[in-house]
């Protein structure tokens, strides 16, 4: 590999802790809405809404209408009045990674270009990389619902590559998902780092990732 010069990032559950995120938000859900319920049984709730999630991986408003039909409601909850309350306040329970901007201050201070890529709607997205005040460290940002493409398609890294001005073998993709993140980005001529968190590794994947870390700081030993 030559060297770096580049690195692009994933955003959910890599710059920003979509775990503590969704949990924050389906408890603050519970609260609001099913309030009769006893502390245990609100619990059980939570983890049932977590699992149904799937780590943020289900169609939204699929996941809506489920729950409108299943959760223990006192009075009935349509989808639609779910997907309101979420769209008006998931955000607002935004966590960042541990370590992530000091990583990225540290990225910037080494002369490292910053590039972000996320799947996910315009103004979502938009929302949380602002609300987490992460903008500024990025001189590409490509969000899928924006360009028309989604992660693993290649076309999408290519395209933030056009946008760094960097070639594919000077770039390094940093993100948790071992297909979307990094046997996508390899796919495009990238080398991944694959930062471990829920997703376990495909071992039918043609492509492995360069490196593994548990923490973002462990980058630092890296570049």
């Known amino acids: 590999m030559k060297e770096v010069q580049a690195i692009l990032f994933d955003l959910d559950n890599t710059l920003m802790d979509r775990d503590q995120t969704f949990r924050s938000f389906s408890t603050q859900f519970v609260q609001d809405f099913l309030g009769h319920l ?42 639609e009045h779910i997907r309101a309350y979420y769209d008006a306040s998931y955000i607002n329970h935004g ?28 103004d ?18 490509v969000i899928s619902g924006e360009v028309g493409i989604a992660k693993p398609d290649p076309k999408i890294y290519q395209l ?12 390094l993709f940093i993100g948790d998902h071992p297909v979307n993140d990094i046997w996508g980005a390899g796919k495009a001529g990238l080398q991944g780092i694959w930062l471990q968190r829920k997703h376990a590794w495909d071992d039918q994947l043609d492509i492995q990732p360069w490196q593994m870390i548990h923490e973002l700081n462990e980058l630092k030993s890296i570049l």
């Open 160 to 171: 933030a590559l056009d946008r760094l001005g960097v070639p594919a073998d000077q770039t």
């Open 124 to 141: 979502i997205q938009n929302t949380k990389i602002d609300t987490l005040a992460l903008r500024e460290y990025f001189k590409a940002i």
């Open 38 to 79: 006893e502390p245990a049984e609100a619990q059980d709730v939570i983890e049932d809404i977590i699992h149904r999630d799937a780590d943020g991986y289900r169609d939204k408003d699929g996941f809506f209408v489920e729950l409108s039909e299943v959760l223990p409601w006192e009075t009935p909850v349509p989808a």
């Open 95 to 122: 966590a960042t990674m541990k370590h992530a901007v000091d990583v990225l201050k540290y990225c910037k201070e080494r002369g490292y270009i910053l590039g972000l890529v996320t799947n996910g709607k315009v």
